[in-house]
C-alpha cells in the first residue's frame, strides 16, 4: 500500500466508511449501477464529492468495496481444520435473506459490469481476486493436510463450480440461493469432485 494510499483512506472512520458503503449499496437497489451517481452518493449520505473522490476514485472503485464490505468474513478467516467445515463456514457467513439481496443485486450488476471496462477492472481487483486468493489457501490447507490431492483436476475449477451453483439456481429454478442449497451442492458436487468424504 502507497503512503498516498494509506492517507487518502485515513481521512473516513470504520464507522462513517460503513454507513457510507450502506449507502451505495441501497442506491445501486434502487436506481442500477448506471443511473447511480457520485452526487446522489453525496447527498444521500450527507458528505462532499470532493472526498468521495479522494477516498474511491470514482465510481466504480466505490461500487465494488462497497459489495466487497457487504461480505461478513472473508474466506482467509476461515479455518475450521476441515474442507468440509471450511466449505460450510463459507456458506454460512450470509443469511438466507442476506443471500437473496446479493443475488439479485449482483445480476443487476452483471451487465453494467460487461459493458463498463473500469468496472470491471474494480470488481477483478477488490472482489475477484481476493475471493480467488482467498479460495486458493483454503485449498492449499486442504492439500496441506491431505485431504484433497495436489494432482486433482477438479482444484482449478472450485470457484467456478462455487459460482455457477450461486448464480444459475434463479436462472434454472427462479429461487434464490440459500444455505441449504449450497451446503447440499457443496456435498453433492464440490466435495466428491475433490475427493474428499462427506460423511
Same mark, same amino acid.
Given at each position: 500500500?502507497?503512503?498516498?494510499?494509506?492517507?487518502?483512506?485515513?481521512?473516513?472512520?470504520?464507522?462513517?466508511?460503513?454507513?457510507?458503503?450502506?449507502?451505495?449499496?441501497?442506491?445501486?437497489?434502487?436506481?442500477?449501477?448506471?443511473?447511480?451517481?457520485?452526487?446522489?452518493?453525496?447527498?444521500?449520505?450527507?458528505?462532499?464529492?470532493? /472526498?468521495?473522490?479522494?477516498?474511491?476514485?470514482?465510481?466504480?472503485?466505490?461500487?465494488?468495496?462497497?459489495?466487497?464490505?457487504?461480505?461478513?468474513?472473508?474466506?482467509?478467516?476461515?479455518?475450521?481444520?476441515?474442507?468440509?467445515?471450511?466449505? !460450510?463456514?463459507?456458506?454460512?457467513?450470509?443469511?438466507?435473506?442476506?443471500?437473496?439481496?446479493?443475488?439479485?443485486?449482483?445480476?443487476?450488476?452483471? #451487465?453494467?459490469? !460487461?459493458?463498463?471496462?473500469?468496472?470491471?477492472?474494480?470488481?477483478?481487483?477488490?472482489?475477484?481476486?481476493?475471493?480467488?486468493?482467498?479460495?486458493?489457501?483454503?485449498?492449499?490447507?486442504?492439500?496441506?493436510?491431505?485431504?484433497?490431492?495436489?494432482?486433482?483436476?477438479?482444484?482449478?475449477?472450485?470457484? !467456478?463450480? #462455487?459460482?455457477?451453483?450461486?448464480? /444459475?439456481?434463479?436462472?434454472?429454478?427462479?429461487?434464490?440461493? /440459500?444455505?441449504?442449497?449450497?451446503?447440499?451442492?457443496?456435498?453433492?458436487?464440490?466435495?466428491?469432485?475433490?475427493?474428499?468424504? /462427506?460423511?
Amino acid at each position: 500500500m502507497t503512503e498516498t494510499a494509506t492517507v487518502r483512506r485515513s481521512r473516513i472512520t470504520p464507522e462513517r466508511e460503513a454507513e457510507l458503503y450502506a449507502a451505495v449499496l441501497d442506491l445501486l437497489r434502487e436506481v442500477g449501477y448506471d443511473a447511480l451517481t457520485m452526487d446522489a452518493v453525496a447527498t444521500r449520505t450527507r458528505s462532499s464529492k470532493a /472526498t468521495l473522490y479522494r477516498q474511491w476514485g470514482g465510481k466504480a472503485e466505490l461500487v465494488a468495496k462497497a459489495i466487497r464490505n457487504d461480505k461478513a468474513m472473508n474466506l482467509t478467516d476461515i479455518d475450521t481444520g476441515s474442507l468440509r467445515g471450511d466449505f !460450510h463456514a463459507l456458506v454460512r457467513r450470509e443469511d438466507d435473506c442476506a443471500m437473496e439481496q446479493s443475488s439479485a443485486l449482483m445480476r443487476g450488476l452483471a #451487465m453494467a459490469v !460487461h459493458t463498463n471496462p473500469e468496472l470491471l477492472g474494480a470488481f477483478r481487483e477488490f472482489l475477484i481476486e481476493p475471493e480467488m486468493a482467498g479460495f486458493e489457501q483454503v485449498l492449499q490447507r486442504a492439500v496441506d493436510r491431505g485431504e484433497v490431492r495436489p494432482d486433482n483436476p477438479a482444484l482449478e475449477f472450485v470457484m !467456478h463450480m #462455487m459460482l455457477g451453483a450461486f448464480v /444459475t439456481r434463479t436462472l434454472l429454478e427462479e429461487l434464490a440461493p /440459500t444455505q441449504a442449497f449450497l451446503v447440499s451442492y457443496i456435498d453433492a458436487v464440490v466435495l466428491p469432485a475433490l475427493g474428499v468424504p /462427506t460423511a
